[in-house]
């Protein structure tokens, strides 16, 4: 069942809030629309019997039916991400995508006060009514920092200069 979406700009901790998400109970897919079109979303999250939802950094730019399931914003002040994606030799985020993020009519949360037991509580019983918070879970991995690899990087950059830019298959 489609259960959540949470949307993001790049370098905001999506992946981290992806990794917390999946954990045998519920499934969050991370960046999606690299590689399905949202309808294929939607009808594999149908096909679980676990909540399923979504972490994204592009899928919100397009206009595409979205299911009525509890909806955030990950927020995380522009300069940063515009100052990470730099430091990885990314371009900078262009003026229209920030106004769209900001423009999202959505309840908003940080990183930081995810990495916060009694903010991830509080977002985990909005998202996933009926699953038991795991404090010793996310504790652990509170302490990780999750960043991609070089390759990883290197994909991404020839795969925007291909498309020009931030891009969704949807």
Same mark, same amino acid.
């Given at each position: &069942?489609? =259960? ?13 809030? @992806? ?5 045998? *109970? %519920? ?5 999606? /629309? ?8 939607? *009808? ?5 019997? &676990? $909540? =399923?939802?979504? /972490? /994204? ?26 100052? %990470?994606?730099? *430091?990885?030799?990314? $371009? ?9 993020? @900001? ?28 699953? +038991? ?13 999750? +960043? $991609?690899?070089? @390759? ?5 950059? =020839? =795969? &925007? ?5 931030? +891009?969704?298959?949807?």
């Amino acid at each position: &069942m489609f =259960a959540f979406r949470i949307f993001a700009l790049p370098r905001s901790g999506s992946t981290w809030v @992806a990794n917390w998400l999946t954990d045998g *109970r %519920s499934l969050c897919w991370h960046d999606p /629309c690299e590689w399905a079109y949202p309808e294929d979303i939607e *009808r594999w999250a149908a096909g679980f019997t &676990m $909540p =399923a939802g979504i /972490c /994204c950094t592009g899928s919100w730019v397009h206009d595409w039916p979205l299911p009525a399931v509890p909806t955030f914003a990950l927020e995380r002040p522009v300069g940063e991400v515009q100052d %990470s994606l730099q *430091r990885l030799g990314l $371009p900078r985020l262009p003026e229209r995508l920030l106004e769209a993020f @900001a423009a999202l009519p959505y309840p908003r949360v940080t990183l930081e006060r995810l990495l916060d037991p009694e903010g991830a509580s509080e977002l985990y019983r909005t998202i996933l009514p009926g699953l +038991q918070f795991d404090k010793l879970r996310h504790g652990w991995l509170a302490k990780m920092n999750v +960043q $991609p690899s070089v @390759a990883e990087i290197d994909r991404v950059k =020839a =795969a &925007m200069v291909h498309t020009g830019g931030f +891009q969704c298959l949807g």
